[in-house]
């Protein structure tokens, strides 16, 4: 049986495909080109008042939320390594002071993040992509 240099081999996997579906494309194609931004508008951006302005609602938001959820868990180790007695005190039922507070951890995180969450939806994300839509639109002059 000879083949002819358009043929497939029986045992090719691709053989099963639908016509249109075959050739599959390569996938080392090279990526379509794009404009990107100068350095200077990177450095226009960044001192713009709404790039400022995100920037400190930010850090206004993330650092003490942050610093909060730190602080309350070092408090958690620090008592459970100088407060011994007043965390293997009884609580609930047989759970001790250090129990409750270790298991608080969890819901703080999540409380935590899910704060996190909220304020970038509604306030961060409309920001950067006012930012961003800036950005761009240099970019496609």
């Given at each position: 049986?000879?083949?002819?240099?358009?043929?497939?081999p029986?045992?090719?996997?691709?053989l099963?495909?639908?016509?249109?579906h075959w050739?599959?494309?390569?996938?080392?194609?090279?990526?379509?080109?794009?404009?990107h931004?100068?350095?200077?508008?990177?450095?226009?951006?960044?001192?713009?008042?709404?790039?400022?302005?995100?920037?400190?609602?930010?850090?206004?938001?993330?650092?003490?939320?942050?610093?909060?959820?730190?602080?309350?868990?070092?408090?958690?180790?620090?008592?459970?390594?100088?407060?011994?007695?007043?965390?293997?005190?009884?609580?609930?039922?047989?759970?001790?002071?250090?129990?409750?507070?270790?298991?608080?951890?969890?819901?703080?995180?999540?409380?935590?993040?899910?704060?996190?969450?909220?304020?970038?939806?509604?306030?961060?994300?409309?920001?950067?992509?006012?930012?961003?839509?800036?950005?761009?639109?240099?970019?496609?002059?």
């Amino acid at each position: 049986m000879s083949l002819s240099p358009t043929a497939t081999p029986p045992d090719d996997p691709e053989l099963h495909l639908p016509k249109d579906h075959w050739p599959l494309p390569q996938l080392s194609q090279p990526e379509p080109t794009h404009p990107h931004p100068t350095a200077k508008s990177f450095a226009d951006v960044k001192a713009s008042e709404p790039y400022q302005k995100l920037r400190r609602s930010f850090v206004s938001f993330a650092f003490p939320t942050v610093a909060a959820v730190l602080v309350w868990y070092f408090l958690y180790v620090l008592l459970s390594l100088y407060a011994v007695k007043f965390m293997s005190a009884p609580a609930i039922g047989n759970l001790n002071v250090g129990m409750v507070i270790g298991l608080a951890q969890f819901p703080t995180t999540w409380f935590a993040t899910w704060l996190y969450v909220r304020r970038a939806s509604r306030v961060l994300d409309p920001m950067a992509a006012s930012v961003r839509a800036t950005i761009e639109s240099e970019v496609s002059k």
